[in-house]
């Protein structure tokens, strides 16, 4: 139940601890058996993220969403280069640029990939799904990209209900090997 609006938009320098937070409670449980220190990975959403790349969603003036692109001129991990991972991670930071490596698929000229889309638990049922799904949209196309896509994990049922509300559909051409698979607008 809607009692506030949602508000997206830029995510400030000042708020980029913030928005690791939101990411980190949206995607803990799949990030913990690479990085079980919560703290280090907030350190390494924090310094790493690309916030050119990143638009937040407010809810009664709180952060509480975040949707990470990539398009032709940015990625929202560019960030996360060997150096910066090596003064995190460590030893670990070659095997986490390498896996970073792999998640970078290629992606074709006019398009805008949705990376993620992360909502605090308690913002859920207020829109802010679809508000940074509306702003990705926006952003395509102040970008003149032609097409919006995504990819999610067929077993993620919330984030497929929402995709699919929004009007994305499964694209069977557009496959890859991985258990993915990739919506269009």
């Known amino acids: 139940m809607r009692d506030s609006e949602v508000i997206c938009g830029p995510i400030a320098e000042s708020l980029r601890a913030q928005m690791a937070a939101v990411i980190d409670s949206a995607f803990a449980r799949s990030l913990q ?17 690309d916030l050119q790349a990143a ?8 952060l509480v969403g975040v949707i990470g692109l990539k398009t032709a001129s940015a990625w929202v991990f560019d960030g996360m280069r060997l150096g910066m991972l090596h003064k995190e991670l460590g030893a670990g930071a070659l095997k986490a640029r390498l896996a970073l490596k792999v998640l970078d698929r290629p992606i074709e000229p006019d398009t805008i990939r ?6 605090e638990e308690s913002a859920r049922g207020n829109g802010v799904g679809r508000a940074l799904l509306r702003a990705a949209e926006q952003r395509a196309c102040v970008e003149r990209a032609r097409l919006l896509e995504l990819h999610v994990e ?9 995709y699919e509300r929004e009007g994305f559909r499964d694209n069977p051409a557009r496959r890859d090997p991985a258990p993915r698979r990739w919506l269009q607008r």
Do not use: K, Q
């Open 55 to 62: 638009i937040g969603a407010w809810l009664r003036d709180e």
């Open 33 to 49: 058996p690479f990085l079980p220190d919560r703290d280090l990975r907030l350190r390494v959403v924090t310094a790493g993220s």
């Open 114 to 119: 949705i990376e993620f889309l992360a909502v």
């Open 154 to 162: 067929s077993e993620n049922r919330d984030a497929r209900r929402l």
